[in-house]
Every structure is written in C-alpha cells, then in structure tokens.
Nanobody
Framework: VQLVESGGGSVQAGGSLRLSCVAA????????????MGWFRQSPGKEREGVAA???????YYAESAKGRFTISQDYARNTVYLQMNDLKPEDTAMYYC?????????????????WGQGTQVTVSS
C-alpha cells in the first residue's frame, strides 16, 4: 500500500492545517477500510510519536498533546484520511507521517503499522 501525504506547510501559532493521506493505488488491498489508519510525527532529535488513529469502525484515538485540537477523519469513498489541526503550537512542528496497520487493536503503537508514507512537513512559528 503506497500512502501519499499532503497539506503540510508553514503557519503561525494559533493557525490551522489539514493534512491528507491518500492511497496511491486503486485496488482492494489499498482500500483504507481494511486498515487502522494513523498519523505520526517526528521532530529533529526526537523519536517518532503517535498523534491520532482511526479504526475501521471509526473509533478514534489521540495522543494527549492532540486532544481537543486535532481531529482525524476518513473518507472511504476518496480512500483518504485527514488530520485537521487547529490551534497549532510551535511544538507541533514536525514531519507528519500517515500509516496503515493491519494488527488489531487499532491504537498508536507504531509496531502495528506496516505501511508508511514519506511524510509532509509542518512548521509552526511563534
């Protein structure tokens, strides 16, 4: 499954961005309805961390840092997963990655995710 992220950019603190993740191929294996979909991020010098995930039944999971500000959603008709990020802070600056996992249960444990995108950069200035 090839995942392609987009929507990153540079914003000021307090601003918003919406990240998108689409499966590049159009076939049954690439259908996101089959996977737990997650968003992760990595800042320079830091380990990659989970941000949000959504199960095949639509149950969502968020890191504490994302609760109340970020929303993960899915559009199966477009085979796309989104991450709406509001009230962005400088500490949200990172490369954001989309990932697809097959191993239940769906959560933010990175080892559960088999397919990863190349990432999209988010930079938040103060």
């Amino acid at each position: 499954v090839q995942l392609v992220e987009s929507g990153g950019g540079s914003v000021q603190a307090g601003g918003s961005l919406r990240l998108s993740c689409v499966a590049a191929e159009s076939n049954a294996k690439s259908s996101m309805i089959n996977y737990c979909m997650g968003w992760f991020r990595q800042s320079p010098g830091k380990e990659r961390e989970g941000v949000a995930a959504i199960s095949t039944s639509g149950v969502t999971y968020y890191a504490e840092s994302a609760k109340g500000r970020f929303t993960i959603s899915q559009d199966y008709a477009r085979n796309t997963v989104y991450l709406q990020m509001n009230d962005l802070k400088p500490e949200d600056t990172a490369m954001y990655y989309c990932a697809a996992g097959e191993t239940a249960p769906c959560n933010l444990q990175q080892w559960r995710y088999k397919f990863w995108g190349q990432g999209t950069q988010v930079t938040v200035s103060s």
